[in-house]
């Protein structure tokens, strides 16, 4: 199949290496800025590649919303099979790019966009077909797993922990969207919308890691638990609810067991109990993989269709937890408290709370540090 590749970045590059081995993907061209425009397949007319008659499919690998969105809809519009990575721009607009692929032949293909290299789309999607999934958990971010780990093994900062996050090239210059948790918050959309098959277009505001200290990484071993970064789902007959938090997790957790740069995640239903999947979230070559085999899947005729016909209703109340709370702030009169669980008077435990939690405890502190104590 004829295939036209945009950007040229980590994983475009990669996308490129890997396609020349594959037999049957003929990648001809590929999209950049005009000041990169330096290789004869290089071209920064975007939207003629994307609509050219001989192009069959259209591999996204840009940054950001635009210009990919526009040239996301084009090929659509021409009944092309777009492979994107691009979560920010997938879960702002996935609904309608299925609705164009349904009206126009071609097709969208995801699953290098959440987990790099690590098929969990492909499993939400494949498992889904046989029953409701009921729930879901994650590590879905390598540079904040990167920054608990070396805090937690080297005793190091979280600033310190973050400078070397950035210098081994997990971390952007500008870490907001890592550490803040907005990078999982994308990638929590797509995973709500295919457990609901409901376009799935907000969620609430993630808690980052930024508030962590080497303070909250001692609490954690004086009470056997590592701290990780979660995406955490349940789903219920067509109500769903989700939650962006660090977690402290007893050790043997599975999850817990998760260092450096990797991801890994859980799939719950009623039949299995859990699934676990476990490897590279990020990086050239696993993200790169994980679109190939999208490719693969075109090239074979069995690709996985996604369809958003439900409208499932967000239920805060599914999601019910024990918190932590660090804070100079006197928090005593707030439902669920629980002041003699920590031997310091500015820890605090909330039991079987909502996430409501979250905004009762910031309108008394902008800055306090909150996670899930498990």
Known sequence: MNCALLGYGTVGSSVKKLADRQPGLDIRIVFVKPEFVDLPFFSNEGEAIVTDPDTEIVFECLAGVEPANTLIRKALEHGKHVISSNKAVLSANLPDYIELARKHGGSIQIEA??????????????????EELKGFEGIL??????????????????????????????????????????????????????YTHSPVLTLPEPLGISKLS?????????????????????????SFS????????????????????FNAQKIYADSFGSLGYYGPG????????????????LLDGCRRPITLDRNAVYDPNLIQENWIVR??????????????????????????RTPALIEEVRVADPQAMIAVWR
């Open 113 to 130: 966009s959440v987990g790099g290299g690590i098929p969990l789309i492909d499993g939400i999607l494949k498992l889904d077909r046989a």
């Open 141 to 194: 971010n390598g540079t904040s797993n990167y920054i608990l780990t070396s805090m937690e093994k080297f005793g190091t900062s979280f600033d310190d922990a973050l400078k070397a996050a950035q210098a081994a090239g997990y971390a952007e210059a500008d870490p907001a969207n890592d550490i803040e948790g907005r990078d999982v918050w994308y990638k929590t959309l797509l995973v709500a919308s295919l």
């Open 214 to 238: 080497a303070e909250d990484i001692d609490i954690a071993k004086a009470h056997g638990k590592k701290i990780r970064h979660l995406s955490i789902l349940k789903n219920e007959s067509g």
């Open 242 to 261: 989700t939650l962006i938090a660090p977690v402290f997790l007893n050790e043997n957790d599975y999850l817990a067991s998760v260092d450096e740069n």
């Open 282 to 297: 990020a990086g050239g070559d696993p993200t790169a993989q994980a679109m190939i085999a999208d490719a693969i899947n």
């Open 327 to 352: 804070t100079d702030r006197d928090l005593s009169s707030l439902p669920g408290v629980n002041t003699e669980f920590f031997d310091a008077d500015n820890l605090y435990l909330f039991e079987n």
